[in-house]
């Protein structure tokens, strides 16, 4: 069995908690997979002074797949921006390349009652949001914040993307949709933004090239937030661009009841061989507020693990083995105080064994 070597960053807060329960996950699956600890975040600030140490980002390069469990916390909220722990985290995505990041909002059945929506709303709910992740809003020039006057600032940032930007995201919803129910929802500002129109534009030119089979639809973004309340079961693929996308995953991980539940998968291009950097990473924070607790929900951790699985070693058994495992978990009633409804609750430790048991 050829050996596979998975990063993990354990990072701040609840992370280092919910990242062993991946771990015991790891070695009970017994497929040969090796890993190693790195630092990154306010861990890693910390010890070096950098959030993101270059040993680590070249561990990261080198791996076959990479781990992040959280990053950030009060003790570093007053430091720059580029010295805060989640410049670590963006700094990271930007350095590997991951523009594509697909966030799903899946509703579990044993835990319907948790979303704040009716049931009959989100039953059977499975949406995926691709996000544009390198570009757009958050990384754009110029910006910042200058003097233009007597107590008068004036805060800048540039929302900037190009054709292959756009094309290359819009690719990957594409690729994933012929995968799952064959239909893309591209959501933009066209009617008010200059690169939304772009957008919109590049998308619809590359779906007439390549993907006729998949059906496109448009959607404002403001549209798009009133859907997701109103009937999230419309869509299948949402891809859009990182503002939005930012915003409307959250919105949609909210369907499902529990931030702790939803994992996330960031990829960059294919190489040569096929091979794709990658990062995946629960979509919660660092909740410091329970930290060191055994209070936390590590199920978004090990889902995410399904995901690193499925995408970057294209070992789709393992994968459904975990899911399935979290599906049985759940059924059997088992719950960290999250998702408990105010019932009885387990730690980490022992929602994490009981996954691994019933792999």
Not at 179 to 204: F, H, I, P, Q
Not at 276 to 297: C, F, M, T, W
Request: proline letters at 4%; aromatic letters at 4%.
């Amino acid at each position: 069995m050829t050996k596979k070597h998975f990063v993990l960053l354990p990072g701040d807060g609840i992370g280092p908690e919910v990242m062993r329960e991946a771990k015991k996950v790891i070695d009970a699956l017994d497929i040969g997979i090796e890993t190693s600890d790195h630092l990154i975040g306010g861990a890693a600030i910390d010890q070096s002074g950098t959030p993101l140490p270059q040993d680590t980002l070249d561990a990261c390069r080198n791996a076959d797949a990479t781990l992040l469990a959280c990053v950030g916390g009060p003790k570093w909220a007053d430091a720059a921006y580029d010295k805060r722990p989640e410049a670590g985290l963006l700094g990271l995505r930007k350095q590997l390349d991951l523009f594509a990041n697909l966030r799903p909002a899946i509703v579990f059945d044993a835990l319907i009652d948790a979303s704040t929506l009716k049931p009959e709303i989100v039953r059977g709910l499975d949406i995926l949001i691709v996000r544009e992740l390198t570009g757009g809003v958050y990384f754009g020039q110029p910006r910042g914040i200058e003097q233009i006057g007597k107590n008068e600032r004036r805060g800048i940032n540039t929302q900037v993307y190009t054709t292959s930007e756009v094309r290359r995201v819009a690719a990957v919803a594409f690729e994933m949709a012929r995968a799952r129910g064959k239909r893309v929802c591209s959501v933009e500002k066209s009617n008010v933004m200059e690169s939304g129109l772009m957008w919109r534009e590049d998308v619809t030119a590359l779906h007439a090239e390549a993907y006729g089979d998949v059906e496109l639809s448009h959607m404002y973004a403001d549209n798009c937030a009133m859907q997701l309340l109103r009937k999230p079961s419309q869509f299948d693929v949402i891809v859009t661009d990182n503002l939005f996308g930012d915003i409307l995953s959250d919105a949609a991980a909210m369907l499902t009841g529990s931030l702790g539940m939803l994992p996330s998968a960031s990829l960059g291009a294919p190489d040569a061989q096929g091979r794709r950097a990658s990062l995946y990473e629960p979509v919660h924070g660092s909740a410091p507020d329970i930290a060191g607790q055994n209070k936390a929900n590590p199920l978004a951790m090990i889902l995410s693990l399904a995901m690193a699985l499925r995408y970057s070693l294209n070992d789709g058994a393992s994968a459904d083995r975990i899911e399935a495992a979290v599906h049985q978990t759940l059924a059997d009633g088992i719950r960290t105080p999250d998702i408990a409804a105010g019932g009885a609750a387990v730690s980490t430790a022992a929602m994490g064994d009981a996954v691994t048991a019933r792999l």
